[in-house]
């Protein structure tokens, strides 16, 4: 039997092809649950209990929309318990509760009978008061509670601060169960929530956060309550005592005074996490990096050195309690404050033990870049470190650390200097940290750094403002963009380079290095360029004529996943269509059971990179079965909010945290050939407005030093395939249009090789996309509106007085694709064009007509007969996208996939 027939076989099962997986999955959700509260009741024996809350029943496994996984089975709370020996003495509320959620099911089932996609379960079922009845038969044999509060997820919209709270229901029955109850053990299958008060509860005897655990959540709650797992997670975001001790607080995406005007201020700068807390000296409920354990640890410096290249650690860790446990080890490190003010301090590294029996222990080195402990100074624009002494501390979290070594640098050093950062112009009073004190080091080991020796290759960054186009020895092409009036911003010259024809070459050409990828690029026609950066779009076919000599077929993917690139040209050009599918959870592939892994935030708070390398090679194997050769992961966006109900996505408020458990995942899929990941979304897709594209403002330095600085870590350790820009703008211009962002920084800067895309249903103008490095639109578009933009094209005027507006390819109710038909006219109110267009005395105008009208931008003038002139002020661009533009985002592309799955596989089709 052929693999492909296997495959087809397998899929049909409708079961989960890899059983394996689940251990696996039930490993590392004990590994990341914390442990946050403990008066000796945990670890548990089995045996009979109370079981309250809707999560028992109602348990969250994995995310909304792309972070949602199709499963064959999940293990809930109360299974979990049951399985490995717990029995409950509240079945009768049990079973209320299970009733609810089914009749809800049943309801949503009906609602989305006809929709396309499947959203994921949005856990709005509300939670079953607890009667006196209840209680009654619940206290029979136990005197032990567990209550398990589960909350509702949300996708993207305005947040809501009762988010944050419990529900009038929850709070109703959790009083009861801690009156009733002298051991209550409260299990948080949410994100954060204000729970002060309930922390204190002298009945509360351990909480436990268990967060988003995956397809195995119940068992993996048993292995770590009843101590076959001791619990080594910690947070990796601050938790707070209430919302407003969060800097961020102040400027939320929809309840503050901004909110009309569709942005979002940035004022609390770097200071955002664990860096506000520590340096305004704000009392966490708990701190950055918190997490108990059943036993205890003991740390201590053994070595410290200092080069150009690396800051080196060695720790030793002993285990000086009583069960065999795992320490998480946490470096931070306090920069000098000479001209640029300073968090408190800032995790530079850390590492994770094995498991360590008592009386045991394990040395581990930890290398801290020295990139980590730099600073971006603004006015130069550069990464520098300033003169003075950098203190390293180690510690179980943020707010309990032990200064054990110092490295002192001797003046002030560029480490590197780039051509422009990204800022705004926007006036904003940013939060100004209190002066930090003096600290009395006493003995501790010091190692030194000298100015005079630092040499780097890449010390300085060059801005590329030309524009390189291809074209074949003997053309005439004249570039129509050198000489236009209207230049894009960060506008470049274009350069015209000769290269050699080869007008029959195919890719697979270019795969055996027969022919350069700009010589194959210089042979195609605009028409077929902008279908290979528009993704799929099969109602946009071209007759194209074949440069093969022989004919061959491929079967098309069906299954139905995120997304495609074009195949209309894998036969005749050799141009394979790759597979993209999300999955920062798991894979998500429209009703084929796949692993649903333990969430983003779940996975970073093992502290544990050979977890997510664990994690990564078990997609990786997935990907290989279902073909898939790119998967949209990781998220690498730090959390602003911690407590927003989206938080799960994302792995942590701290970027080189993220960054390193980023690219561990990424380790593991690379492991297998020709599967890859996309990075997501650069950047600064952080707390959600519910609007595509709010407006961020930020400074350039917070931007570069928390924003970016996951993506440039986990770029730097493992070279992913491409980067997916988020929908959002960032001081005025949407992220996927700026050139400093996509050209500059990522390939100048970091040396990032890959393809970078658009978000899906990202309001930018494409064109502007291209020319500032966004090199392929996702999940498709209409290649002849990219052609446009190299032409001269009139306004398509509708009948009330507007344009045309397009809107198609919709998922979840909103549209991927939408533009107006404005052509090469874009209307401004400074602009110094004017078009006219009439519109019928008896035809309404167009509401956007009298927007318009409002914002200057046109003029209505009633003539004799009632007919209405529309006189729109603006700029006529002419032609303004450089071939030379297009051509570089189609080189990116196929530079990038020429190694994927997807290319060997056409090949073999094809005998080659």
């Known amino acids: 039997m052929k693999l492909d027939d296997i495959r087809s076989k397998l899929a049909r099962v409708g079961k989960m092809q890899f059983e394996d997986h689940r251990e696996t999955v039930r490993a590392l959700g004990s590994d990341s649950m914390v442990l946050l509260k403990n008066s000796g009741i945990l670890p548990m024996t089995r045996g009979k209990v109370a079981l309250f809350g809707a999560g028992a029943v109602d348990t969250i496994y994995c995310g909304l929309f792309f972070n949602y996984v199709y499963t064959d089975r999940n293990i809930s709370v109360r299974d979990g318990l049951l399985n490995n020996g717990f029995t409950f003495s509240t079945d009768s509320w049990l079973d209320k509760m299970d009733k609810a959620v089914k009749q809800q099911d049943k309801r949503e089932k009906a609602l989305l009978k006809n929709k396309d996609n499947y959203p994921g379960k949005k856990y709005e079922v509300e939670e079953v008061p607890i009667s006196a009845a209840d209680i009654a038969e619940a206290v029979l044999g136990t005197d032990t509670c567990i209550y398990v509060v589960r909350h509702e997820l949300v996708g993207s919209g305005q947040l809501r601060e009762s988010e944050y709270h419990f529900s009038e229901v929850e709070q109703a029955n959790l009083k009861l169960v801690i009156d009733t109850f002298e051991n209550v053990i409260l299990v948080l299958n949410t994100n954060m929530l204000e729970m002060t008060l309930l922390s204190r509860s002298k009945n509360v005897k351990a909480i436990l956060f268990m967060g988003i655990p995956g397809m195995e959540a119940g068992n993996s709650l048993a292995d770590v309550l009843t101590g076959a797992v001791n619990p080594s997670g910690r947070l990796t975001a601050t938790w707070a005592k209430k919302y407003k001790d969060y800097s961020t607080c102040y400027s939320p995406s929809a309840i503050n005074k901004t909110t009309k005007s569709n942005e979002l201020d940035y004022k609390e700068g770097i200071y955002m996490g664990y860096r506000y807390f520590d340096t305004f000296d704000v009392t966490p409920l708990y701190p950055f990096g918190y997490g108990l354990s059943y036993t205890t640890f003991e740390m201590k410096l053994e070595y410290l050195e200092a080069s150009w290249i690396a800051i080196v650690l060695r720790i030793k860790v002993m285990n000086t309690g009583e069960h065999s446990g795992r320490q998480v080890v946490q470096v931070y490190c306090t920069q000098p404050t000479v001209n640029l003010d300073k968090p408190h301090q800032i995790l530079a590294g850390f590492a994770k033990t094995g498991k360590l029996k008592p009386g045991e222990y394990e040395e581990v080195t930890i290398k801290i870049p020295i990139m980590t402990i730099c600073s971006f100074y603004e006015e130069e624009p550069a990464w520098v470190m300033e003169k003075g002494d950098y203190l390293f501390r180690i510690g179980s979290n943020s707010r309990d650390t032990v200064l054990c070594g110092k490295v002192v640098l001797d003046r002030f050093t560029t480490i590197k200097k780039v051509t422009k950062g990204i800022d705004t112009d926007k006036p904003m009073e940013f939060l100004e940290p209190p002066v930090p004190k003096e600290e009395d080091t006493g003995f501790i080991m010091v190692a030194s750094l000298n100015g005079d020796d630092y040499n780097s290759a890449n010390k300085f960054v060059t801005q590329k403002t030309d524009i390189s186009t291809y074209v074949q020895e003997g053309s005439k092409y004249v570039s129509y963009t050198n ?308 032409m001269e094209i009139a306004p398509q005027f509708t009948e009330d007085g507007y344009v045309e507006k397009v809107e198609k390819n919709f998922v979840y109710g909103d549209p991927m694709i939408q533009y107006y038909k404005w052509g090469s006219f874009m209307p401004n109110k400074h602009g110094k064009n004017l078009i006219k267009t009439t519109v019928a005395a008896n035809i309404q105008l167009n509401e956007n007509v009298l927007k318009y009208q409002e914002m200057g931008i046109c003029k209505i003038q009633e003539l004799t007969n009632g007919d209405k002139e529309i006189t729109y002020r603006g700029i006529n661009r002419g032609a303004y996208l450089a071939l030379g533009d297009l051509q570089q985002a189609v080189i990116n592309i196929l530079n990038t996939i020429k190694t994927s799955a997807s290319m060997k596989k056409l090949m073999d089709s094809a005998n080659i």
């Open 483 to 790: 000489n236009n009036a209207y230049t894009m911003p960060q506008f470049g010259r274009e350069n015209v380079k000769y290269v050699k024809p080869c007008g029959t070459s195919t890719f697979f050409d270019v795969v055996k290095g027969k022919v350069t990828v700009e010589e194959f690029v210089s042979s195609l026609s605009p028409e077929i360029m902008a279908r290979i950066v528009s993704g799929t779009d099969g109602d946009r076919l071209i007759n194209n004529e074949s440069r093969f000599k022989f004919d061959f077929t491929i079967d098309k993917y069906k299954r139905r996943i995120s997304a495609n690139t074009t195949s209309q040209f894998s036969t005749t050009l050799g141009i394979p269509s790759v597979n993209i599918a999300d999955g920062p959870s798991g894979l998500r592939i429209d009703q084929v059971p796949c692993t649903c892994f333990p969430s983003p935030m779940n996975m970073a708070q093992t502290w544990d990179m050979g977890a997510m390398v664990r994690m990564g090679r078990a997609i990786g194997r997935e990907m290989e079965l279902y073909e898939i050769d790119y998967i949209l992961a990781p998220a690498l966006n730090v959390h602003r909010n911690p407590m927003r109900s989206r938080a799960y996505e994302f792995y942590s408020e701290d970027p080189t945290l993220a960054g390193v458990m980023g690219a561990g995942l990424t380790m593991g899929i690379k492991r297998y050939e020709g599967r890859d990941v996309i990075l997501k979304n650069l950047a600064t897709y952080n707390q959600e407005s519910g609007t595509a594209d709010v407006n961020i403002n930020i400074s350039g330095r917070a931007f570069g030093e928390i924003y970016l600085r996951a993506f440039s870590v986990c770029q730097f350790i493992c070279r992913p395939a491409g980067l997916l820009n988020s929908g959002n703008r960032l001081n005025g211009e949407y992220t996927s249009s700026i050139r400093e962002l996509n050209t500059d920084i990522v390939r100048s800067d970091w040396g990032f090789d890959g393809l970078v895309m658009s978000d899906w249903g990202s309001l930018s103008e494409k064109a502007y996309d291209l020319h500032a490095g966004c090199d392929l639109i996702m999940p498709g578009f209409d290649p002849d509106e990219i052609l446009k933009s190299m």
